[in-house]
């Protein structure tokens, strides 16, 4: 198979980017996306050229490393998966395929295709984590949990953290992100010390990283590689409602 | 990795240990937050939908007759003060509304400074996408409702129909010289397909702002609010077509 890509490249952080257009060929339909940018670097170093920065990590959707929008979706046309399970005989032969990073204001981009995810490691330092005795680990039994409750935490901590939410949404907004983030925790017992003041500190550092807002358009649970529920969004909302509620009643 | 971007100290105010939430500030954290103004959103939302359902029961009754339509709008000015307290509770309804997504949609232009050279969108509608469009147009069309019918501004014909046998306003009548107007009723057609696209997202996204929907009940609601919002577009449109049509005529000649 032969494609036409258009790539963006930018330098660095500063520098303004453009679209750069490339050329494949003779690419099996079994390639993977990321071997297909792998071939086409080794192609560009062969001619000396600088090749293309792009992130991966496991190639096996389940890290959250890669984080392209290939043809104006984020991780590209099917869905559910990270870039690294797609495949190019998901592209018609011949097809011009663009290339862009995730778009967001708040995930900077590094070179090229690489962007910087940090803020969302702020967000989970912010409260995604519970207060647990160090130790031994407790006897598996002692706490016991609703099945649904856990099947909806085990959902929602399917999360991989890749961005997708955000850079596919029309508002930039990181709410699915988040809103796993405090489901997964507030629908298990160990979670609950922290519950309010988890989704309270979650939200403000979401909203003080620059995100923006949710508006309900449901963009995010379609393109998410774990897919996650949008209904967690409104989980969360029912979260901070709550906390907002039990913490004007008094501690 | 870190620079003046990725440190903690670009969250505004405090660093995140000093942060707390107490009792005093909790309402001032909630109105600041994202997930607080789009529950004010959906609340002030659903008060407005609330309205439109009842403004069309109470105009449906053109279909009925004069005499009823006059009456229900003798008896809403009859309330006197208390009409005033409903007036000033949507108005204050609609200015939250407003203020408030206007404040979103510019923080959300904020959060992409640099747009997608090519984006294709999975899921989210046109309507989704385009409640700000939508929405202020509707409110330049409630704008020259307002002053068409309740104030009576834009029509000099509608200070010279007489009271109606009973003693009332002849409603009636001036909704039947307002539509016999072709640009008007175009002009009210075009806002309330505007209307209808605003709802077929709005009335049911609201359940979703507020928490009160999981994986199931979403979908179901999402057609139901599409339902919803094009039953009330052919509700309220029904009145200048069937005026158009001829099928109601004025009760009294000017």
């Not at chain 1, 856990?150 to 029309?170: K, V």
Request: with cysteine; hydrophobic share 45%; charged share 20%.
């Amino acid at each position: 198979m032969n494609f036409k890509l258009r790539i963006w490249r930018q330098p660095n952080r500063k520098s303004p980017g453009k679209l750069a257009d490339y050329e494949v060929l003779d690419i099996s339909p079994n390639t993977s996306f990321l071997e297909m940018l792998d071939i086409l670097n080794e192609t560009l170093l062969g001619r000396g050229d600088e090749p293309i920065a792009f992130e991966s990590d496991c190639r096996e959707g389940i890290c959250g490393t890669c984080s392209l929008t290939i043809n104006g979706e984020a991780h590209g046309p099917d869905h559910p998966g990270a870039v690294c399970e797609l495949y190019m005989r998901k592209f018609r032969d011949g097809a011009t395929i663009t290339v862009e990073p995730f778009r967001v204001g708040s995930f900077p981009i590094v070179k090229d295709l690489v962007i910087e995810r940090s803020a969302l490691d702020r967000i989970v330092q912010a409260g995604g984590f519970i207060s647990a005795r160090t130790g031994s680990a407790p006897e598996a039994n002692s706490i016991p949990v609703a099945k649904h409750n856990a099947d909806l935490a085990m959902e929602a901590a399917a999360c991989i953290g890749c961005g997708a939410c955000a850079a596919a949404c029309p508002n930039g907004s990181a709410m699915l992100f988040t809103s796993a983030k405090v489901s997964h925790l507030a629908l298990l017992p160990q979670g609950h010390p922290e519950r309010e003041s988890r989704v309270l500190k979650m939200v403000q550092v979401m909203d003080a990283e620059g995100f923006g807002n949710c508006t309900n358009t449901y963009e995010c649970e379609a393109v998410c590689p774990a897919e996650i529920s949008a209904s967690f969004i409104a989980k969360l909302n029912r979260e901070y409602a709550r906390a907002v509620l039990q913490r004007s009643a008094g501690e | 990795m870190l620079d003046a971007r990725g440190s903690v100290n670009n969250l505004r105010g405090a660093p995140l240990g000093q942060r707390s939430f107490h009792m005093a500030n909790i309402f001032a954290v909630f109105y600041r937050s994202s997930v607080g103004k789009k529950i004010i959103v959906a609340i002030t939302g659903v008060i407005l939908i609330l309205f439109v359902i009842g403004h069309l029961l109470g105009n449906l009754q053109i279909f009925i007759g004069p005499d009823w339509i006059n009456g229900y709008s003798q008896h809403l000015h009859d309330l006197g003060p208390l009409l005033w307290l409903i007036r000033a509770f949507l108005f204050i309804a609609v200015v939250f509304h407003i203020y408030l997504t206007i404040l979103l949609a510019i923080e959300n232009r904020r959060a992409r400074p640099e747009p997608y050279i090519d984006k294709r969108y999975v899921k989210a509608d046109f309507a989704s996408r385009h409640m700000v469009m939508s929405g202020l147009i509707v409110l330049a069309f409630i704008a020259y409702h307002l002053a068409h019918f309740s104030f009576r501004k834009t029509d000099p014909r509608f200070a010279l129909l007489k009271p109606d046998p009973l003693g009332h306003y002849d409603v009636y009548s001036m909704m039947v010289y307002g539509f016999q107007n072709y640009f008007v009723s175009g002009f009210y057609l075009l806002g309330l397909f505007l209307l209808a696209l605003h709802l077929s997202h709005g009335s049911s996204s609201f359940f979703q702002s507020l928490g009160l929907n999981d994986k199931k009940m979403t979908p179901r609601l999402a057609l139901a609010g599409r339902i919803f919002a094009w039953l009330l577009f052919a509700g309220y449109t029904s009145i200048p077509v069937a005026i158009l049509l001829g099928l109601i005529k004025p009760a009294q000649q000017l």
